[in-house]
């Protein structure tokens, strides 16, 4: 066999071997399947709600002394960001429920105690992904700082108040919201897209964190059209956990945290 006839062997067998593994990591499911994973997570959150409410409960108490300790040390022009952070970081933030949902598959009760101390499957690779994920969230407030120091200069900020009647009113708010909006749009698809099974996995198989991160954005891919309208879900549903005050997040973390277990049985567990 001649080299040039070997060579287009190998790359026939590789390109077959892709082929099967994207078929593999397609579900073709329909794209507002999310709303069957909603009922799903629902479920698991009213029975019995207590240790998901009190666990959401948390959730918005962390979030809430984040936001004051960022104003008393006047460093509340990257609350927005910040805000927008939260969700690079909620995926890992929510294992406990995770661990809830799958121990009510497999018809096991569990309290508030075993949801927050749990055992992951892949063990410390867990909080390498969490370490990861944190590390995305600060490039992304800094790229943000860098963003407002692009229109306003070294100006100091001038308060909230004042920069959001500004970003809503005048021409060159509109422009910095676009912008804004543009580049943190691209670290919140990455993140979603590393995060959103990869931490499931992790708490489900013994994987490491580039594996699992890797899968979950291949799977993502692949399913890409009921992945866009659950990433749009989650954002709906945060954005009305801000507009409350982020009250919201007592009822409504749970109950995403629930659901997004579904999905990733519904989209990565036949990748096993």
């Avoid at 062997?9 to 990591?25: C, K, P, Y």
């Avoid at 009213?46 to 666990?55: A, G, Q, T």
Wanted: aromatic share 12%.
């Amino acid at each position: 066999m001649s080299e040039e006839s070997a060579s287009y062997g190998l790359l026939t067998e590789t390109s077959g071997i892709d082929e099967t593994r994207n078929a593999r990591l397609q579900r073709h499911l329909p794209p507002l399947v999310g709303l069957r994973w909603l009922g799903a997570g629902w479920r698991d959150l009213m029975d019995r709600p207590v240790p998901s409410l009190l666990y959401g409960l948390g959730i918005f108490a962390l979030s809430v002394a984040a936001v004051a300790i960022l104003a008393l040390y006047g460093r509340d022009y990257i609350l927005f960001p910040a805000l927008a952070g939260f969700m690079i970081v909620a995926p890992l933030l929510a294992v406990g429920l995770y661990e809830k949902s799958r121990a009510r598959e497999q018809g096991e009760t569990i309290g508030l105690r075993r949801m927050l101390v749990v055992k992951p499957a892949a063990g410390p690779q867990v909080y390498f992904t969490g370490l990861l994920l944190s590390l995305l969230m600060l490039l992304w407030i800094r790229s943000a700082v860098l963003i407002y120091a692009l229109f306003f200069g070294v100006r100091p900020f001038p308060g909230l108040t004042h920069i959001t009647a500004f970003l809503v009113t005048e021409p060159v708010g509109w422009i910095i919201l676009g912008v804004g909006t543009a580049v943190g749009g691209l670290f919140a698809s990455f993140a979603f897209a590393i995060s959103v099974f990869a931490i499931p996995m992790l708490l489900d198989r013994k994987v490491d964190a580039l594996t699992a991160m890797g899968t979950s954005m291949a799977l993502v891919w692949n399913n890409l059209a009921p992945m866009v309208v659950w990433g749009g879900i989650v954002l709906a549903l945060f954005i009305l956990c801000a507009a409350t005050g982020l009250l919201g997040l007592i009822v409504i973390f749970p109950w995403l945290g629930h659901a997004t277990w579904h999905a990733y049985r519904a989209v990565a567990e036949a990748d096993a």
